[in-house]
């Protein structure tokens, strides 16, 4: 697989127990794609409440291999710990996501909806201030979401990087509501989908 591959890894905005198993999860995914010789991006990560925990994280994957890390981690992960932060709570099990995704899909549609501003970027002071508007915000109009890319001196090349960061923006977006959903689900006792995770972890959430 040539195309950059997105990877997802979100607790739903679940109890921190979920945040550390994304950040142990996140760990895991990217030593086995590095162990397979793909080229691994830290694309974004929202930390969590607690000292070493995330609420979300995306990668992105590029190399032959990246299908086959998607296969065997995408969908729901159940791991089973003792929770580290309250000693006495009698839950175990704690249920991430992890999600795929690629840009090229519905990238043209999609950019239907998009809005582009340019303005001028900002740069180091004195003579060296880029005077040009090179740099380019992307606003996805039905949802108000927006990203500035300025990391190029060539305002076409800021654009194409702001649509990709929007594009990783609203997938991201989408896939965490879906998620913040099953935690709720799983908050009311739904087993549904509790019943078929991908990959069951047993080991302490250190």
Known sequence: MKEKVYLQ????????ECCRVVALVLERIVRQAQAKGLKVEMIGREIGP???????????????AS???????????????QSPYRIYHKR????VGVHSFVLSENQEATERDFRYETLRASGPGGQHVNKTESAVRAV?????????????????????????????????WTMEQAMIQ???????HNHLQRGNPVK???EPLI
């Not at 890894?9 to 921190?16: D, K, L, Q, V």
């Not at 039905?142 to 609203?170: C, F, H, I, Y």
């Open 92 to 95: 175990k099990n704690w249920f």
């Open 182 to 188: 099953a935690q709720e689900n799983w908050s009311n």
């Open 67 to 81: 299908g086959e890390l998607v296969d065997e981690w995408e969908g729901t992960v159940q791991w089973i710990a």
């Open 9 to 16: 890894i979100t607790s739903g905005r679940g109890p921190a």
């Open 50 to 64: 607690v000292n070493r925990t995330l609420l979300s994280a995306i990668i992105s994957l590029q190399g032959a």
């Open 140 to 172: 996805h109009i039905p949802t108000g979401m927006s990203v500035v890319a300025s990391d190029q001196r060539s305002q076409w090349q800021n654009k194409k990087l702001a649509t990709e960061r929007l594009l990783v923006k609203l997938s991201s």
């Open 200 to 202: 069951v972890i047993q």
